[in-house]
């Protein structure tokens, strides 16, 4: 049975370096408007403490693609693992996917005249090797995981803040920040 590969984001652990999202951008010598990943910030009103929380996104391979439906050119497809991935010869730039991803993944690269994405280093990963996020990322935040795997269901498949995953079923899983202690003076 093949795998079904998802990001796993410990949110406990993300520090907000960009380390991954330089990684990346390196990697792939993306133009400055193209971000295949982004960190962002929980915004405290979301969290039961205040709290600084990282949370490193990219493309969520989603088990309903509203990016795929979108794409009048059939320049999306989902592999055997899951992943959906960009057929940039198929790709027409008409920004369509831009628009329906819930979560602003798909980016328009206008020295290309069409649209990129993160496909989970899918290359990389052929060859037995990291995505390039994973392997930057300091903390080890960031993991690869595979979905069928019985013991990744404890994992979390939403944040607050982001959209519900009614509309896309993403594939991303998160590990939630630990209860802080209220009063570390107090040890």
């Given at each position: 049975?093949?795998?079904r590969?998802a990001f796993?984001?410990d949110t406990?652990?993300c520090i907000?370096?960009?380390a991954c999202?330089?990684?990346?951008?390196?990697?792939?010598q993306?133009?400055?408007?193209?971000?295949w990943r982004k960190?962002?910030?929980?915004?405290e009103?979301d969290?039961?403490?205040?709290?600084?929380?990282?949370?490193?996104?990219?493309?969520n391979?989603?088990d309903?693609?509203a990016?795929?439906?979108?794409?009048?050119?059939?320049a999306?497809?989902k592999?055997?693992?899951?992943?959906?991935?960009?057929?940039?010869?198929?790709?027409i730039?008409?920004?369509?996917?831009t628009m329906?991803?819930?979560?602003?993944?798909?980016?328009?690269?206008?020295?290309l005249?069409?649209?990129t994405?993160?496909?989970?280093?899918a290359e990389?990963m052929?060859?037995?090797e990291?995505p390039?996020?994973v392997?930057?990322?300091?903390?080890g935040?960031?993991?690869?995981?595979?979905?069928?795997?019985?013991k990744?269901?404890?994992?979390?498949d939403?944040?607050?803040?982001?959209?519900p995953?009614n509309?896309?079923q993403?594939?991303?899983?998160?590990?939630?920040?630990k209860?802080q202690?209220?009063?570390?003076?107090?040890?």
């Amino acid at each position: 049975m093949a795998k079904r590969y998802a990001f796993l984001i410990d949110t406990s652990l993300c520090i907000g370096c960009n380390a991954c999202e330089n990684a990346c951008k390196n990697f792939y010598q993306q133009d400055a408007a193209v971000h295949w990943r982004k960190v962002y910030y929980m915004q405290e009103k979301d969290l039961p403490q205040p709290l600084r929380v990282g949370v490193s996104l990219a493309c969520n391979h989603c088990d309903d693609p509203a990016c795929m439906k979108a794409c009048p050119a059939g320049a999306y497809y989902k592999d055997e693992n899951g992943l959906v991935r960009h057929d940039n010869d198929k790709c027409i730039g008409c920004k369509l996917c831009t628009m329906a991803c819930p979560y602003n993944v798909p980016c328009y690269d206008k020295k290309l005249g069409k649209v990129t994405k993160c496909e989970m280093c899918a290359e990389r990963m052929a060859q037995g090797e990291e995505p390039v996020c994973v392997a930057s990322c300091p903390m080890g935040a960031i993991r690869i995981i595979d979905l069928h795997d019985p013991k990744n269901a404890e994992y979390a498949d939403h944040l607050p803040g982001l959209p519900p995953t009614n509309m896309t079923q993403p594939a991303t899983r998160f590990i939630l920040p630990k209860k802080q202690k209220q009063d570390w003076r107090a040890e």
